[in-house]
């Protein structure tokens, strides 16, 4: 029975990667204080397949046949893709997939209800999995990734509690369908709150965002389903917060429990609110 | 909401996407752009739309917010050292409109 070794989610943003020194200092060091911990705890909870659970920026798909989720099968995970270079400014990696685990969870749980795919071409990542691999240098960890892609912007997608369900089949199919012993770690990757392409694309909601974490931290999953619904979400920053939906799928993987803060930042000139958490298992 | 007017059969969605996607196209654009535009059965609003780099317009169209900042990128510049870039700049002046400047102003900028 393979185990959860590790569960945490982090914000991803170009910003952090193509303009992280425009932040104040005090700023910079938050952010790189979380990112370093997801790389230690990588590390030091022998994490040896790493599940990357991130929005797909409509990057794979057309806008009007999006999948809810993407499993990414081939052999190698390489990025960044091309189009983000110049905005990301991150140095190229090329990573270790995990398709044989990745295609015995797909199998399991394609009837789960949700649109999945599994796709064994290299799939296209942009911060989603680019701005996690580099500020927690995962290429050191000699960590197998498998990246979890998401719909979380376009309608219409699986709401909180669809994918918080999710979350619970995925950990059920983990221990069930994988090898014996095989420590799989979860990161959800994205938020918080933002608005790309919207008339507040330069506003980040501090308010909503400290409210999101402090309801993570106390634990009371059924609090913050009820509470920090998809339309929540969207009144903080339409078309971005939603990628908070990500951590709702490692929370319904890991169950009710608090989880500790790595801390936040709100710096405008990222464009995003930037977070960290780690469930304590 | 910003995603309120989204419509996925817009198909300035999938041109945006071919752009992302395709460096050769995103030469021909930039090269001969109506020559682009008539490989696509786009309506004349979104031609008018893209011609006049009416982002606002897109928007009311149906262009998903998030390829909407994309397509400011391909046409102001894809490199970005900053928050507060050319194509930023571009995309909210056209969909605050007027309220632009006491937007900005109200953000202390």
């Known amino acids: 029975m393979a185990v959860i070794s590790l569960a945490m989610a982090a914000s991803h943003a170009p910003g952090l990667t193509g303009w992280f020194d425009k932040a104040p200092e005090a700023d910079r060091r938050i952010v790189r204080a979380a990112y370093d911990a997801i790389h230690d705890e990588i590390v030091a909870s022998g994490t040896q397949l790493l599940i990357i659970v991130g929005n797909d920026h409509v990057a794979n798909a057309r806008v009007g046949d999006l999948p809810d989720f993407t499993f990414a099968l081939s052999d190698r995970i390489q990025g960044p893709d091309e189009w983000f270079k110049p905005w990301l400014r991150v140095a190229d990696y090329d990573l270790p997939g995990a398709p044989e685990a990745g295609t015995r969870l797909f199998e399991a749980l394609r009837d789960s209800g949700l649109d999945l795919r599994g796709r064994t071409d290299g799939l296209r990542y942009d911060d989603n999995v680019s701005v996690p691999v580099t500020m927690s240098r995962i290429a050191d960890t000699g960590v197998a990734v498998l990246p979890l892609l998401q719909n979380c912007t376009v309608p219409p997608l699986p709401d909180e509690k669809a994918c918080y369900r999710f979350g619970e089949q995925l950990a059920e199919a983990i221990r069930t369908e994988l090898p014996a012993d095989l420590r799989v770690g979860l990161l959800g990757s994205g938020g918080l709150s933002h608005e790309p392409g919207g008339r507040r694309y330069l506003e980040i909601d501090e308010k909503f965002d400290r409210w999101w974490m402090d309801l993570l931290v106390e634990g009371d999953h059924e609090r913050i389903l009820a509470e920090a619904t998809f339309d929540r979400m969207e009144q903080a920053g339409s078309g971005g917060t939603a990628e908070l939906l990500s951590w709702s799928v490692v929370m319904g993987a890991v169950g009710p429990r608090p989880c500790t803060s790595l801390g936040y930042v709100a710096f405008d000139e990222w464009r995003c609110g930037v977070g960290a958490v780690r469930w304590q298992l | ?109």
């Open chain 2, 1 to 109: 909401m910003a995603l309120d007017r989204f419509n996925p059969l817009l198909r300035t969605n999938d041109l945006v996407q071919d752009l992302k996607w395709d460096a050769q196209l995103r030469r021909r654009f930039a090269e001969s752009q109506e020559q682009v535009l008539a490989e696509y059965p786009l309506t004349d609003e979104e031609r008018t739309a893209l011609r006049a780099r009416d982002f606002l317009a897109l928007h009311n169209l149906g262009v998903h917010p998030y390829l909407l900042s994309q397509l400011a990128r391909l046409i102001h510049g894809t490199g970005e050292k900053t928050g507060s870039s050319d194509a930023t700049t571009a995309l909210l002046r056209s969909l605050l409109g007027d309220e632009y400047d006491g937007y900005m102003a109200s953000r202390g900028v």
